[in-house]
Nanobody
Framework: QVQLVESGGGLVQAGGSLRLTCAAS????????IVWFRQAPGKERQFVGG????????KYADSVKDRFIISRGDAKSTVTLTLHSLNPDDTAVYHC????????????????????WGQGTQVTVSS
């Protein structure tokens, strides 16, 4: 059973930064695309961004492009989401997820494309 664990959330003032980490128990983690979604209270789950299995391409939602950065950590079983220029609209629980398909050539923004999910980490941005 693959387990994903997010960490790094917290309370930050508008304009601040946070670094979230997704750690996996899966030895094949490096062969799967990893994405981040977020869900604010009363709102639908929203795609934030993702990184391909080969450390190559990344893809971001328009709302976070140029502010958020996704990278694979030096440790092969981690993916980091760095959030800059945060604003109150970024307040949500952030979840990482692993793709269903190994070595998929693209990053899907559809949650159904991902089979394993973490419990999430809360990010709260105060104005």
């Amino acid at each position: 059973q693959v387990q994903l664990v997010e960490s790094g959330g917290g309370l930050v003032q508008a304009g601040g930064s946070l670094r979230l980490t997704c750690a996996a128990s899966d030895v094949l983690f490096g062969q799967f695309g990893i994405v981040w979604f977020r869900q604010a209270p009363g709102k639908e789950r929203q795609f934030v961004g993702g990184i391909k299995w080969d450390r190559g391409s990344t893809k971001y939602a328009d709302s976070v492009k140029d502010r958020f950065i996704i990278s694979r950590g030096d440790a092969k079983s981690t993916v980091t989401l760095t959030l800059h220029s945060l604003n109150p609209d970024d307040t949500a629980v952030y979840h990482c997820a692993r793709a269903r398909q190994r070595r998929r050539s693209c990053i899907s923004s559809e949650s159904a494309s991902y089979s394993y999910w973490g419990q999430g980490t809360q990010v709260t941005v105060s104005s």
